[in-house]
């Protein structure tokens, strides 16, 4: 049998994973290095809700790091072409044109249900505001355990950010329910013993 090493789950992991895979020369500009933690949160919360299909998105899209790694470009272009090289206010950053790219040309692209784009609208459009570069932005509005993002945004303190994060990404933070694992596992139970039966009436057969 061939052992296959899965990669490890959770938000931290993701978004851990993500800023490694990132050219060192992007993180020179503090302003875009928050738009770039902002993405690899949204980017790790939609990969971490396949985890709970049919509660986390009604089907298993095929979200890919790619997808983030276009995001990165997608923010790159939009704030050079607004600022010209220069550093921005954060209110006058072009909310509206990354919101947008995002929610349909990067990630909305995957999506087919119309219950899911909204989802996914709903979950960029709380994010990528200029309040995300408050002291006190909470990234999940409804929960009390909620990540802040870190004050400082050099590429040090980002990477150090994501690395005190909990590796255990509770499932309220994807917008789920506190018992949203309990039913995983249920419906994980559940499927083996299905197989099993399967298997058994095979061999009652042959």
Not at 148 to 155: A, H, M, N, V, Y
Request: charged content about 25%; proline content about 5%; some cysteine.
């Amino acid at each position: 049998d061939i052992l296959v090493a899965e990669a490890p789950t959770g938000i931290q992991a993701s978004m851990a994973r993500f800023f490694s895979s990132i050219s060192k020369t992007r993180f020179d500009n503090p302003m875009r290095n928050r738009l770039y933690l902002l993405l690899a949160w949204l980017h790790a919360v939609i990969q971490e809700k396949l985890r709970y299909v049919p509660s986390g998105w009604s089907e298993k899209y095929e979200f890919t790091e790619a997808d983030a790694t276009h995001g990165l470009d997608v923010i790159d272009s939009l704030i050079k072409s607004m600022a010209g090289g220069k550093t921005m206010d954060p209110s006058q950053l072009p909310w509206d044109a990354i919101r947008s790219t995002l929610r349909k040309g990067v990630f909305g692209g995957r999506v087919t249900q119309p219950v899911d784009q909204q989802v996914l609208d709903e979950l960029v459009n709380k994010l990528f505001v200029p309040e995300a570069f408050d002291l006190d932005f909470k990234l999940v509005d409804s929960a009390s355990d909620s990540p802040i993002l870190p004050e400082g945004t050099s590429k040090n303190e980002c990477f150090e950010w994501i690395a005190t994060m909990a590796s255990h990404t509770p499932p309220t933070w994807v917008g789920l329910g506190s018992d949203a694992e309990q039913e995983l596992e249920f419906r994980k139970a559940k499927s083996v013993q299905e197989k099993c039966v399967k298997v058994d009436e095979k061999e009652d057969h042959e």
